[in-house]
């Protein structure tokens, strides 16, 4: 038995690609814990909501802090009264690390998949992980020399995004998918997949699109969105805006394809900045969060960009709009400015492109490498 932890959609694709190959390798193999639908449907079984541990920033963990914690004292005991194999901690590093603390501590390996941004802020916590992992499994290739100064086992797996997504998108077919004339000017909106993203953005994103018809009349806007609540939450949005005559296309998912069809896309900093690099579309970052989570968190970076593609390239190559700064006057102004620059466009397209090949790893089959010496002989062979 393997138990596995994921704490939102982006940990719920890597542990459903890894739990797959883990499948190849181990016939038979069971997985229990915490994941999402994509982990659900490989056989995982659920023993707390996925929703639960899917809050972010100060302000939201600390008003949810006594059921998250509530939540990973019974798991503790239960994987210490029942002892995996092996335990994956799928991201979510405040939740996993503890746990994975305990149960190392009782002669449980513990590897952990994706390197917590110890580059960017919090690099004092890579001695807590020294503690708690047996393993580290880092998404970027910058990641693994910091775990090997510091004596900790790492693999540098590239991301799973590099080998699911194309390296050259078909924009045409999409934009035909969508009934969408390819000499329309369209923007996809991401406002993010949690929750308190979509509220803390949709007004803003509202009166973005607002700003942006007053130049461009013609312009069509696509938003994807995650969930049944992100979509209420967005829907009851445009309404409180008088937006609902607006041409925007709210997608229940879907978000590669509205990036592919799109020209340019606002996306808020995460995971699906890295999709749209990956898909080859030029973007602006956003993001807004509570004063005091941005206060304390402005104090422990070590960065001037938090977009993974300006992290990536090691210096800004799309514009980073950011909490004060995101107003729909200067997120309208930045996309208009960047539709516009061709030369910037294929430079982006480039830098992109080359991203792509440096992150695609066959991620899932080397993971699922990494971690069968810890399994034994005998799950190895599936017996």
């Known amino acids: 038995m393997i138990g596995i932890v994921a704490g939102e959609a982006s940990g719920d694709l890597l542990g459903s690609h890894l739990m797959e190959a883990l499948k190849l390798a181990m016939p038979g193999v069971q997985f229990i814990g915490i994941g999402g639908p994509k982990m659900q449907a490989v056989g995982m079984q659920v023993s707390f909501p996925m929703e639960k541990l899917a809050v972010r920033g100060y302000v939201e963990v600390f008003r949810h802090y006594n059921e998250i914690v509530g939540i990973r004292r019974k798991l503790r005991t239960y994987f210490c009264t029942n002892p995996p194999d092996l335990f994956i901690g799928v991201d979510a590093p405040d939740f996993n690390f503890d746990l994975e603390l305990k149960l190392k501590a009782r002669g449980i390996?513990?590897?952990?998949?994706?390197?917590?941004?110890?580059?960017?802020?919090?690099?004092?916590?890579?001695?807590?992980?020294?503690?708690?992992?047996?393993?580290?499994?880092?998404?970027?290739?910058?990641?693994?020399?910091?775990?090997?100064?510091?004596?900790?086992?790492?693999?540098?797996?590239?991301h799973p995004l590099a080998d699911m997504l194309p390296v050259a998108p078909n924009r045409a077919a999409m934009r035909q998918k969508f009934r969408l004339p390819m000499q329309s000017k369209v923007f996809a909106f991401l406002p993010g997949s949690r929750q308190s993203e979509v509220r803390y953005l949709a007004a803003t994103y509202i009166e973005t699109a607002k700003l942006i018809l007053q130049t461009l009349p013609e312009a069509r806007f696509l938003v994807p969105l995650a969930s049944k609540e992100t979509r209420r939450i967005f829907d009851e949005t445009l309404r409180q805006c008088d937006g609902q005559d607006l041409p925007i296309t709210i997608l229940f998912g879907h978000a590669h394809d509205a990036i592919i069809a799109a020209d340019i896309v606002l996306v808020a900093s995460g995971t699906a900045t890295l999709e749209t690099a990956l898909l080859k579309r030029p973007m602006v970052i956003t993001y807004k969060m509570p004063a005091l989570s941005w206060w304390v968190m402005q104090r422990k970076k070590y960065q001037p960009y938090v977009g993974l593609p300006n992290i990536l390239a090691g210096k800004f190559v799309v514009p980073e709009l950011l909490q004060k700064d995101a107003t729909p006057e200067n997120l309208a102004q930045a996309l208009l400015n960047l539709l516009f620059d061709e030369q910037a466009v294929a430079e982006l397209e480039t830098i992109f492109t080359n991203m792509h090949f440096m992150l695609k790893q066959d991620n899932a089959h080397k993971a699922a490498q990494a971690i069968l010496p810890y399994l034994g002989e005998q799950m190895t062979a599936g017996k």
């Open 109 to 158: 390996p513990v590897v952990h998949y994706v390197s917590p941004s110890i580059w960017a802020w919090r690099g004092e916590r890579i001695h807590k992980i020294k503690r708690a992992v047996s393993h580290m499994l880092a998404l970027f290739p910058f990641e693994a020399p910091l775990y090997e100064k510091e004596g900790i086992p790492v693999t540098f797996v590239g």
